[in-house]
């Protein structure tokens, strides 16, 4: 007997078809008609895999320098002659007048000594010959020796320029699929690894190194801490208990959110989960107590704001903390392949002021440009403390989870310099704390599939961005566009770049892509320029999590806060440009002042 649901055919659960083709249309583009196109560069600037183990063990340098002492000159043997010395000049024959005297005559040579001079002669002659044709030979053979490592090194160099721009194309498809979104981003990078390997592009060992990545692992284990406190309910808790303590006015909720953010941002990396899954259900409820609605025009009274305020504070505190944004271990580990090391500590310090600066300013810039009707809210005080009186008292899973989360975060400022603990192995050792008591179970662990999501895109990317980097693509585009960019100095150069990363992110629709596609570049041309390479990177490691402010698309959270209906998209977008103007003046002017103060220029 059949049901009507046995009649219908399954629903197709692979890719979309459109979506799929317009990115494998411009991948397969790039990969065939780029090699033919795309003359190979100058020696000076695309160098390759060779030139790079070239410049690694440079030999002695040849010839003299400036400085140096003047050759000797040698002999025919190749010793060092001995100069000639002025022969010395006794006084007495000097005061005498010379004398004449007799013409000197010359030996007269018997026919066997002249034989035996000639013969002398003529084998010296015969070695002087033979250790000619030997240098000649020996010469022949090193200039032949020579010309084949040079043919051998360009050769080389040309197949890693193919190589590169091969590696290019899959990578720009890859960008692309995470955009359009044929399939989920994971199963999108899984591919593009697995291309990378099936074309013979790179080695299968060198198309999976990207998953061995330590600071990739440090942010699955912040993702298990999240789910630590969601489910424990601490992160609830402390949301509760700072709008408790700072909710009698609409600004002072503000500031309570920010402040949740604050505490939050350090162990939950996945700005969404922290924003829309902890944040936006209890603004949402708090608007709705307050009568404001989108469905019945009420969302001025202190949803649009409330919306517009939360949305900007996931963005600073996701600039804050290392481990506040899935993709910024990625632009660490970018940083990384330039020679920059980025801690977990450095990082925080570095952010610290701008970003206190901007949890400050942002929420008091939007009420005033987007002031809500309401603005005393004593009956918010009185909400939070109902909820946490209904919570009750903190769980022993929630003490532990405090203890657990101090432990790490101390050993996060201070474990590497004080007890050579570094981020991912405190990380680690915190997890284990959490499995040890109870917290977590392992199913728990398992069941954190966007944990295991951000590993395999996260590692797709950098794998592939980090062989760009070493087979010599981004240090030619660095050379190319640093070259169009001479005459200026770095300061003004580097704006140049910081400004068109930033904006660029209108055309992205996720911070990982566009890291992805534009942060090793642009760090390779700031260096180039002469930026100072820890400052260059941090600004844009910081500018990677601000610029989504501008639109409805920009990160996962802005969606999800948009869906609500209290923003209009007109008012996002405006809002959005004046925000980003707020936090560039504050990441570059107070950032700039206090970069300076810890001598990062």
Not at 384 to 396: I, N, Q, V, W
Request: charged share 15%; aromatic share 10%.
């Amino acid at each position: 007997m059949t049901t009507p649901d046995s009649n219908k055919s399954p629903s197709w659960e692979g890719a979309k078809p459109g979506r799929l083709l317009a990115t494998l249309a411009v991948g397969c583009l790039l990969y065939f008609v780029l090699p033919k196109l795309a003359p190979l560069p100058d020696g000076k600037l695309f160098a390759g895999t060779a030139g790079a183990k070239a410049a690694a063990a440079k030999p002695g340098d040849k010839g003299a320098k400036p400085g140096d002492k003047a050759a000797k000159p040698v002999d025919r043997a190749g010793k060092p002659a001995e100069a000639a010395k002025p022969a010395a000049v006794k006084p007495e024959a000097a005061a005498k007048p010379a004398e004449p005297k007799a013409a000197a005559r010359k030996p007269v040579l018997s026919a066997k000594e002249l034989a035996a001079q000639q013969a002398e002669a003529e084998a010296k002659a015969k070695l002087e010959a033979a250790a000619k044709a030997k240098a000649d030979a020996e010469a022949k053979v090193k200039a032949e020796a020579d010309a084949k490592t040079k043919a051998e090194a360009e050769k080389l160099r040309q197949s890693d320029w193919v190589r590169g721009l091969h590696l290019f194309a899959i990578f720009v498809a890859t960008i692309l699929g995470i955009i359009l979104r044929p399939l989920p981003m994971g199963a999108v990078a899984m591919i593009g690894v697995g291309l990378t390997a099936i074309t013979g592009t790179l080695p299968v060992t060198d198309s999976l190194s990207g998953f061995a990545e330590k600071t990739l692992w440090l942010i699955i284990v912040a993702f298990m801490f999240a789910r630590g406190f969601i489910k424990t309910g601490l992160g609830t808790r402390i949301a509760y208990f700072f709008m408790r303590l700072l909710g009698k006015r609409t600004l002072g909720l503000a500031y309570g959110f920010a402040a949740t953010e604050f505490v939050l941002a350090p162990v939950v990396p996945s700005n969404t989960a922290r924003t829309a899954g902890i944040i936006m259900p209890i603004m949402r409820s708090l608007a709705r107590a307050y009568g404001s609605n989108p469905e019945d025009g009420t969302a001025r009274k202190i949803g649009a704001y409330l919306t517009m305020t939360c949305f900007n504070l996931d963005l600073i505190v996701s600039a804050m903390f290392l481990t506040a944004m899935a993709a910024n271990p990625m632009t660490q580990k970018f940083a990384a392949d330039f020679g920059v090391t980025i801690t977990w500590n450095s990082w925080f310090v570095a952010a610290i002021v701008p970003g206190l600066t901007g949890l400050l300013v942002i929420p008091w810039v939007l009420y005033k440009l987007y002031k809500p009707e309401i603005t005393e809210t004593p009956e918010a005080v009185q909400m939070a403390t109902d909820k946490l009186k209904e919570m009750g008292k903190p769980s022993l899973s929630e003490w532990l989870m405090v203890a657990v989360f101090s432990v790490v975060l101390v050993l996060w400022v201070i474990g590497e310099k004080s007890f050579g603990i570094d981020g991912t192995t405190a990380a680690l050792l915190g997890l284990a704390l959490l499995l040890l008591t109870g917290v977590l179970t392992w199913s728990d662990v398992l069941a954190e599939h966007n944990a295991w999501d951000v590993l395999i895109w996260t590692g797709g990317l950098i794998m592939m961005a980090g062989f760009l980097n070493k087979i010599g693509m981004i240090p030619w585009f660095s050379k190319v566009v640093g070259a169009s960019m001479a005459g200026h100095s770095w300061q003004v150069g580097f704006l140049v770049l910081a400004l068109t990363y930033f904006y660029a992110h209108y055309f992205f629709a996720s911070m990982t892509a566009h890291a992805g596609a534009m942060y090793a570049a642009f760090l390779g041309v700031a260096i180039t320029l002469g930026a100072p390479p820890v400052l260059a990177a941090l600004v844009l490691c910081f500018f990677s999590n601000l610029h989504a402010s501008m639109t409805h698309y920009g990160t996962g959270p802005a969606p999800a806060m948009f869906g609500l209906g209290y923003v209009p998209i007109g008012t996002w977008w405006r809002l959005g440009f004046i925000i980003s103007l707020v936090n560039i003046f504050i990441w570059v002017v107070v950032g700039g002042a206090w970069w300076k103060v810890l001598r990062l220029w």
